[in-house]
């Protein structure tokens, strides 16, 4: 009789790993906490079409979940967009795609466009992000890009990604970041890629795939002790949390519109004052006709666990984030609101240190667990093509059963 496998955790990399082992016959359980698949992937419903809680696409590196994609069938919905980014900063938005709206962006000097030119293009094309690992990025950054340029263009990223933990990340974390973007472009142009239908597509044809190859789901079902677990399953492979790493929580606030508040796709916003670190404009990717001719938009931030938006009604989020939107689009008219949604994740982003790697090796197995959370990606940024390959690896690492 072939082994019994648990999946803790109804995400796209439980999926993917339970997926690879019941197509080598083995007994395979999902056990998810939520009523939903998907996990950060998670979708719902906003003007008749699927759309996920929290922003996602993919680039034109991502080999592994564009294989995945190919291998369900799906390789007809997934479309590549030019991606057209800017920066909010003193009040002001920069277009920020290229060369050339470096070379205009006011704020710097033509020094520090010069040196933070040279830096993109330096990590862009180098491989061997081990030089990285014991090396602190706001360090690394300030020194090679300059003072100014580090203070108006990473620090506010690092700041919004990690919170007042900014100080003690990774290098190699930030190299992963802008390697992998620079390396999804064609022809001097970012492109990206995501799923006519929305990701969910991925997410209903591998469970309807488990399900046909005799797996079971089981959903509203919590983990509370592992021995018992250990007991009945040979293997238990768990996206649960692991203890040793400190995560993030984030807050998403979504919502649609007639109105139409700017050209660009993807904002980053440098104020610290703001509460949100990204407005993005999903339609400008996208377009807006799987959305009823509707915008839809995105405000996201990171933030502590213990922050008061956690446990504060979803109304006084709504009214910080509106009320700081509007400084940047005065014209924006809340009352013009078609569908609004706020979604709050506690762990959504693992804080990477310096020499992390020691962190997640001593995890990856002990005795039948094996780890197949998202803080297991590293150096890259968390994203789906990551979750992906991390489902691809712990399913490998279940020992062929013996005949």
Known sequence: MKSKILVVGGGITGLVAA??????????????KSGDLGGLLGSFKIEGTNLEKAYHHIFKGDTEIISLIKELGLKNKLKWYESKTAIYYDGTIYPFAG?????????????????????KIYLEKENNWHKFENVLAYEWMKKWCGERAYRIVWEPLLKGKFSDRYKDISMA??????????NSSEKGKELLGYMEGGF??????????????GGKIETRNEILDFRKLEEKYDKIISSAPIENVEYLGAITVVFSSEQNLSKYYWHNINDSQSPFLAFIQHTNLVGTENYSRK??????????????????K????????????KKIFPDFRENEIEEKYVFKFKYAQHIVTKNYKKQITRNKQSGKIIQANFAMIYPEDRGINFAVREGEKAAALVPEDQP
């Open 19 to 32: 997926y690879r082992l019941l197509q080598k016959k083995y007994q395979v359980t999902i056990f998810e």
């Open 295 to 312: 915008n839809i938009y995105y405000l996201g931030t990171y933030l502590p666990q213990n922050h008061k938006y956690f446990t504060d």
């Open 314 to 325: 979803d109304n006084l989020i709504e009214k910080d984030f509106f009320d700081y939107l």
């Open 99 to 119: 060369a050339m709206d470096l070379l205009k962006f006011k704020p710097l000097n033509l020094v520090d466009k010069l040196r933070l030119g040279f830096v």
């Open 200 to 213: 969910q597509l991925i997410i209903d044809e591998l469970e309807k795939r488990i399900i046909e190859l």
């Open 173 to 182: 974390w930030m190299w992963a970041r802008i390697h992998t973007r620079g």
